[in-house]
């Protein structure tokens, strides 16, 4: 028995060894390969513009670690970090032009404004952008649509063609399967849940859907129309009749200048930077040249500072990170920052189409305590929806992109129920009690109507307390609210106009509305929240390390991404829990 003890731990003291011994080999290669982690910017050099892997507006900042100097230099940028980028190239003697090469984003379509604004100004500082594809999509076209030249290959394709959402309906899914969802909600226009309550689009969805593209359309429309030059009336006529499904027809309505190879494409911007035949112009990637510029924002000299906190992803509680808002975090960094001598401001970055209502009402009433100390500032990103807009109502002020998809003032609870499945398959459960409510509510009996009125109850709480949130923080009355409420969306160009938003702007606006409100010309801001950095983090942060996969990475090799976000989909209605300020349905806009 003793033998065979010591074989055992000999094995395992084996193992041990070997796997830090390797690991400890990888960590000293990959520093050792990586250099001083700082990319060299040569002179009469071109931005290439590659979004496929951005998608956050902020990827956090995370305590010191052994590995902070190489996880630097392997880290993408975030969006607001490639809009600083950009800025800052606009008076970078060494930066001749943009190149967005083969644009494939992620991005959603106020991020894709966003930086087009920016690429804007980009042109208007003397400097060139052009862009080159095999393959346009709608949205990434949008982006294009921008530059001075856009190339397209000659067997690619261009997708233009308006804008289309799916919602996918499951009431008889679940009468086939025996598992269904009780829905108890509030608000006609509620409905995050009306794929588990009917077959079929309400009128009421589809006219919110309708009215949502159609705003967001004009914003898109009138973009292309002054990049192009090309009237609106004639870029619906195009999508209408899919007029620029192939390279020919796109370039025979001048949606785009050139058909032509990516080796003709390189072949013009050499020429435009006087490089010699044969020869390879400079390039730096958009992640590379942020990780090297002077942000803007940025001014080490100043004593004032702005604080901004990110809140992105559902809200769902607890600590919180990049992909998931909670009170943890967020509560931690308003904190921080009011208690900050130094901070004069802060602005709240909201991207988030809303979850638990408890969680939101809790980052509200941290608000709440801040703003009567130092000015809070709202900024829209993606989607300020529900829950996300939930936190943003109290705030001083509030800007919007025109895009930026927000209200969905409305909540909702909703309970699994295997009732019918378990009479299919033979289960049958029974309880014992002391009173006639202490069972509470059990998946494999159906929902009666006591049990019901107190979960509706909750939620008629929880929509009344929301309606009196936004009526005093947008200084309305309930009945105000209410008439815009009931679980609506609304686009932020309609939200200027109903009153749910103050301002058209960007993230950028509202940081110096910030100063403005505290009285402050010269300042530097500060990114919050500071995240704690797992040793499953630090290795998922070597890209370089291809054994070190993500799980959601590997799920995405496996599934596809569309099996991917079917299964994430599921994953979220399995963790719903308490009553839910969530946006009234998933908005997959194509």
Not at 90 to 117: F, V, W
Not at 264 to 285: C, F, M, R
Not at 517 to 525: D, G, W, Y
Request: charged content about 25%; hydrophobic content about 40%.
């Amino acid at each position: 028995m003793r033998f065979l003890s010591n074989v055992l731990s000999t094995i395992v003291g084996i193992f041990l060894f070997s796997f830090l011994f390797f690991f400890f080999i990888l960590v000293i290669g990959a520093i050792a390969g990586s250099g001083d982690g700082k990319p060299e910017l040569k002179k009469n050099s071109v931005i290439e513009l590659d979004l496929s892997e951005i998608s956050l507006d902020y990827n956090g900042t995370f305590e010191p670690s052994p590995f902070e100097a190489l996880l630097e230099s392997k880290q993408k940028a975030s969006v607001i970090e490639v809009i600083d980028a950009i800025e800052a190239a606009k008076t970078d003697k060494d930066i001749k032009g943009i190149s967005i090469l083969k644009n494939n984003s992620a991005l959603g379509l106020a991020q894709s404004k966003a930086i087009r604004n920016k690429l804007e100004e980009f042109k208007k500082a003397g400097k060139f952008v052009y862009a080159y594809s095999d393959v346009l999509s709608q949205k990434d076209y949008y982006l294009n649509s921008v530059a001075d030249q856009v190339y397209l290959n000659p067997v690619g394709e261009l997708d233009f063609k308006g804008l289309a959402s799916e919602v996918i309906y499951m009431k008889d899914l679940q009468e086939k399967s025996g598992v269904k969802f009780e829905v108890i909600r509030h608000g006609k226009y509620k409905s995050a849940v009306e794929p588990f309550l009917a077959q079929e689009m309400s009128p009421e969805n589809r006219e919110q859907i309708t009215v949502l593209l159609q705003s967001i359309w004009e914003t898109i429309v009138t973009d292309i129309s002054k990049s192009r030059n090309i009237d609106i009336v004639t870029l619906n006529t195009i999508a209408d009749n899919l007029g620029a499904r192939t390279p020919k027809l796109a370039l025979e309505t001048k949606l785009i200048d050139k058909i032509g190879y990516e080796d003709e494409y390189h072949d013009l911007i050499s020429k435009k930077l006087a490089v010699k035949k044969g020869e390879e112009y400079n390039k730096i990637s958009i992640s590379d040249y942020a990780g090297i510029a002077d942000s803007p924002a940025t001014n080490f000299k100043a004593d004032n500072t702005i604080a901004v906190i990110y809140a992105q992803g559902e809200i769902q509680g607890g600590e919180g990170s990049v992909n998931i808002i909670g009170e943890g975090s967020i509560n931690r960094s308003l904190k921080e920052a009011r208690e900050d001598n130094d901070v004069k401001a802060i602005v709240l970055r909201v991207d988030s189409p809303g979850g638990s209502a408890l969680t939101s009402e809790l980052i509200w009433r941290e608000i709440e305590l801040t703003k009567k100390i130092k000015p809070v500032i709202v900024s829209m990103g993606n989607v300020a929806a529900s829950g996300g807009y939930y936190i943003a109502c109290n705030s001083d002020y509030i800007f919007a992109e025109p895009n930026t998809i927000t209200g969905s003032i409305g909540v909702f609870g909703m309970l699994p129920n295997m009732t019918e499945l378990g009479k299919n398959i033979g289960i049958n459960a029974e309880q014992v009690k002391t009173h006639k409510n202490a069972s509470g509510y059990s998946i494999f009996e159906p929902l009666n109507e006591e049990y019901k009125a107190v979960v509706l109850e909750g939620v008629e709480d929880v929509y009344e307390t929301f309606l009196q949130r936004v009526a005093d923080g947008r200084k309305m009355t309930t009945e105000q609210v209410d008439a815009i409420a009931q679980g609506r969306i609304w686009t932020g160009t309609d939200a200027v106009k109903n009153g749910l938003v103050d301002k058209l702007g960007s993230l950028n606006d509202a940081i110096k509305y910030a100063a403005t409100l505290a009285k402050i010309k010269e300042f530097r801001t500060q990114n919050y929240p500071e995240y704690e950095s797992s040793f499953e983090d630090i290795l998922a942060s070597m890209s370089g390390i291809s054994i070190f996969k993500t799980k959601e990475s590997l799920l995405k090799e496996q599934l596809g991404t569309e099996g991917y976000m079917l299964l994430e989909k599921i994953k979220r209605v399995q963790n719903i829990k308490g009553v839910q300020a969530m946006m009234p349905f998933e908005l997959d806009i194509k």
